[in-house]
């Protein structure tokens, strides 16, 4: 996928999310490993709520995205 499709997955219609994950993308996405960049795209995937929900420690966060969670928390 092109980043320009990955910075466009990043709008999920949250003014807030859409900023940290624009934020994300900006500074952090350009260093990941392909293998990051890949459990980042299927995050993005996630349902809006889900992901808002994790990073409110509403929900139990998923293992493999606690990397991006930590990361998205320390954007603030």
Not at 51 to 75: C, E, P, Q, V
Request: glycine content about 2%; charged content about 35%.
């Amino acid at each position: 996928m092109h980043d320009s499709q990955v910075k466009w997955k990043c709008r999920k219609g949250l003014r807030e999310l859409d900023i940290l994950l624009s934020k994300y993308f900006e500074e952090k996405y350009p260093h990941l490993t392909d293998e990051d960049k890949l459990i980042f795209l299927e995050f993005i995937e996630l349902d809006t709520y889900a992901i808002l929900d994790m990073l409110t420690n509403k929900a139990t966060d998923d293992f493999k995205y606690k990397n991006i969670l930590l990361a998205l928390k320390s954007l603030n």
